[in-house]
């Protein structure tokens, strides 16, 4: 042999030699990972071979896969980093499905690792085999199903770059055991990228810019539509966010994804908008004559009906992903690019109008925005008889103050509720599932955060239809000493299910009442967790404080009046200035609110 | 995605769309790796759209690159919204809505050919009828025996539509489609 790069010792390898499962956390470390959530099984037991003998990256082990997929999606959204999950073959890949299109909707940078049957194996049929990259094509960015020991460190090197550039999302890297076993070569993360077809562009256009801040400087009654875009653009894009609001004096509203990128405490804050969004935040949206929105999508919940959306306005869309551009609402001014680099563009600009606006532009603007405000569409009726469940967030909300604190949910009408009566100072503060909606979201997600920031207060505001469908995650809570707050507000129903059965399926509650409860501090103590309830609005406060104090996780089955509705409510169908609001949801109203064309149809 | 089923955004209230559908050539320059056209396939059937036409073939073998060839049918926002979500797919480099840049060039459509095989059996008149239309149709025999031809054709799709119809009185029994093949004129490229 002359060839002189191979003149290493025959029992020495050389250095970028090494296993497949070695390559895998060589690589995971080298993009600066630290924490990876998952569950071992049949074809990652290499992968697991090498955590055991390394102490760089930690391992949360969970109780279900969906766990380990919504537990990385709270680290990755209270960290702005990547979350990481590893999962094995079969079952466990499909498992994965659930938080990795909730991911894709909700735009988390998640890279999920996946074992695979042998290469030899795949498409026999074998034991825990299934068609990964096909079942999940459709809810991830991109993936890959390695072939190449060779290839392995490149795809994982462009799995991160693909995750958490651009638009975040999900990617899977799947990787069949022989090539865990076999010996090839560790490529270095690339200096630039090789692949020619993936360039997120992150510059906007500077003539949509300037085209956009004249008509912002041109408007009477202006509003800022924000959304998890500015979030995820990072802290930066905030800090210039509350700049251009500072500068322009706009009103600001936000999506249920972007809430915390402007204070709650701030003055031109309207609170959030939607299907269950404030009076004043869907009113202005509706009356506005110049939108501006900033890394929001025009969801269905935020719109309403779409052909009678704001109307009047003429609208400025910011977002880097092409597709949101024209999908569901026509804009005038698209700027494709990140929110962090075309807010400092549009800050510079606005501080560099000839002429900026005088404030008389907008004051009769904020006269009506302020006569809407008073409507106080939060509002509800207290009792101090039966905990009311917006009490005991407010409640929960005070007794947080001054805490390091950070708030997971599940999805219903406590998620609405949470949205509403929490109040986010800062981004990155709140992880909710709000694209795909899924049940079961928040312990995990919880988990994930405490994981990332050890001392913090992390609360999972939950149902408790909701908490039973990721519960078994109290036991990782428990081993690995994260002392998550679930606090439960209890109606013993699917409270959002009933509200739209009652508004529109004629108060038939078919199947939404959960009968057979579990006593939810026995299940708390049984887990090796610390019990909690709480009945009575006057020793709310009380067990609140108790919560708050123990440093362990606590389950807190905080029972709430049965039959409370989330109000206001913009009903299916309906455009943004017909809102249902809390003191007019009489009875009556509430069973009238779909006219009889709609009911037809239900 | 059926917003274009759907402008109210709801369930509840489903009312008819309105602007009309076009038919659309669409020219997407993807890396040749495994699973890419599944990927361009599953974003149509997962969104709703429509596929007309679809052919596939590497072009470029050393730069990696296959072009795909789709006619679709969609309002102008749906197309728009089919090239970007096209765009989004991390091995797509390129989309070109040839149908468009015709309309920029002042034509109708792009240069779009299809290419058939076409058996028929038969004997007697009907075979000496079968090659004067073929001749008529510039179709070529590229197999025959005493008893069959099969028959290659070049075109638009609507005459080899015409063909085939032709064809089907004088014992056509099977043909083979090749599905669109399209281009701009001019000289500039993709």
Not at chain 1, 75 to 80: E, K, V
Not at chain 1, 158 to 170: D, Y
Not at chain 1, 235 to 254: G, K, M, N, Y
Not at chain 2, 3 to 22: C, L, M
Request: charged content about 20%; some cysteine; aromatic content about 6%.
């Amino acid at each position: 042999m002359t060839d002189t790069n191979n003149q290493t010792p025959d029992n020495q390898m050389p250095d970028n030699q090494m296993t497949g499962a070695e390559i895998v956390l060589k690589a995971l470390k080298d993009n600066g990972v630290e924490h990876i959530f998952g569950y071992p099984g049949g074809a990652v037991l290499p992968i697991y071979d090498e955590i055991f003998q390394q102490d760089d990256i930690q391992h949360i082990l969970v109780r279900h896969e969906q766990g380990a997929g919504h537990a990385a999606e709270g680290y990755a959204r209270s960290t702005g980093k990547v979350g990481v999950m590893l999962v094995t073959s079969g079952p466990g890949a499909t498992n994965a499905v659930t938080p990795l299109q909730d991911a894709l909707m909700d735009s988390v940078p998640l890279v999920c690792l996946s074992g695979q049957v042998p290469t030899t194996l795949i498409g026999s049929d074998a034991f825990q085999e299934c068609d990964t990259v096909g079942i999940t094509r459709p809810c991830t960015k991109h993936n890959w199903l390695v072939k190449d020991v060779n290839e392995l460190a490149g795809i994982i090197h462009e799995a991160f770059r693909i995750a958490q550039t651009g638009r975040p999302g999900p990617v899977v890297v799947d990787i069949p055991k022989d090539i865990q076993f076999a010996t090839g070569t560790y490529t270095p993360k690339p200096e630039i990228a090789q692949n020619t077809s993936y360039r997120p562009r992150t510059q906007g256009d500077i003539n949509a810019i300037q085209a956009a801040v004249e008509l912002m400087a041109s408007a009477r009654r202006p509003i800022l539509y924000t959304g998890g875009g500015v979030v995820n653009s990072g802290p930066q894009a905030s800090r210039l966010l509350r700049e251009l609001v500072e500068l322009s004096d706009f009103p600001i509203t936000s999506t249920l994804m972007g809430l915390g990128a402007y204070p709650a405490s701030g003055k031109n804050w309207l609170g959030m908008l939607g299907m269950h969004g404030s009076y004043e935040a869907n009113m202005a949206m509706h009356d506005c004559d110049v939108m501006v929105c900033i890394g929001a999508r025009f969801d269905d919940r935020i719109t309403g009906r779409l052909n009678a959306f704001s109307p009047n306005s003429r609208k400025v869309h910011i977002d880097i992903d092409p597709s949101s551009i024209n999908k569901n609402v026509h804009v005038d001014i698209p700027i494709l690019g990140d929110v962090g680099s075309v807010l400092e563009d549009m800050v510079r600009l606005w501080r560099a109008l000839p002429k900026k606006p005088a404030k008389a532009q907008t004051e009769e603007w904020w006269s009506q925005i302020n006569r809407w405000r008073a409507r106080k569409s939060f509002s509800y009726k207290h009792s101090n008889d039966v905990i009311m469940p917006q009490y005991a967030l407010q409640r929960l909300f005070e007794a947080t103050r001054g805490h390091d604190t950070y708030i997971t949910t599940e999805v219903g009408q406590h998620q609405m509720w949470a949205a509403q009566f929490i109040e986010f100072e800062e981004p990155n503060r709140w992880m909710t599932s709000g694209g795909l909606g899924t049940m079961g979201y928040g312990l995990p997600a919880a988990i994930g955060v405490q994981v990332a920031h050890p001392d913090a207060l992390v609360i999972d505001v939950a149902g408790d239809a909701s908490i039973q469908m990721c519960i078994q995650e109290m036991s990782c809570a428990i081993q690995h000493n994260l002392p998550v707050k679930i606090f439960i507000l209890n109606n013993q129903y699917m409270g959002m299910v009933r509200q739209w059965q009652q508004l529109l399926h004629g108060n038939r509650l078919s199947n939404s009442y959960t009968e057979a409860m579990p006593d939810f501090v026995k299940l708390a103590e049984a887990y090796g967790a610390v019990g909690m309830y709480c009945d009575d609005p006057k020793e709310l406060d009380g067990k609140i404080e108790e919560m708050i104090a123990v440093k362990r996780p606590v389950i807190f089955d905080c029972r709430v009046a049965n039959l409370a509705n989330c109000f206001p409510m913009i009903p299916s169908g309906k455009a943004h200035n017909e809102m249902l609001l809390p003191d007019e949801a009489t009875d009556e109203a509430v069973a009238n609110a779909i006219d009889a064309k709609g009911r037809q149809l239900v | 995605m059926n917003a274009h089923q759907q402008p109210t955004g709801s369930a509840y209230f489903i009312a008819p769309e309105t602007a009309k559908a076009e038919s659309h050539t669409l020219s997407v320059l993807v890396a040749n790796e495994p699973g890419v056209l599944a990927r361009v396939i599953g974003l149509f059937s997962g969104r709703g759209y429509n596929i007309e036409s679809l052919t596939v073939s590497e072009t470029e073998h050393e730069a990696h690159l296959s072009r795909i060839t789709i006619v679709t049918r969609g309002t102008p926002t749906v197309l728009e919204q089919i090239k970007a979500q096209l765009e989004r797919i991390v091995p797509v480099h390129r989309v070109v809505d040839l149908t468009v840049r015709a309309h920029a060039l002042g034509q109708e459509r792009p240069i779009e050919r299809e290419v058939a095989l076409v058996k028929v059996v038969g004997q007697g008149d009907r075979r000496a009828e079968t090659l004067r239309l073929a001749d008529a149709f510039h179709a070529k025999v590229v197999d025959a025996t005493v008893e069959h031809f099969i028959l290659e054709i070049t075109g638009k799709s609507s005459k080899i539509d015409q063909f085939v119809a032709i064809m089907k009185p004088l014992g056509l029994v099977e043909v083979c489609r090749t599905g669109i093949a399209a281009m701009n004129r001019g000289p500039q490229g993709m």
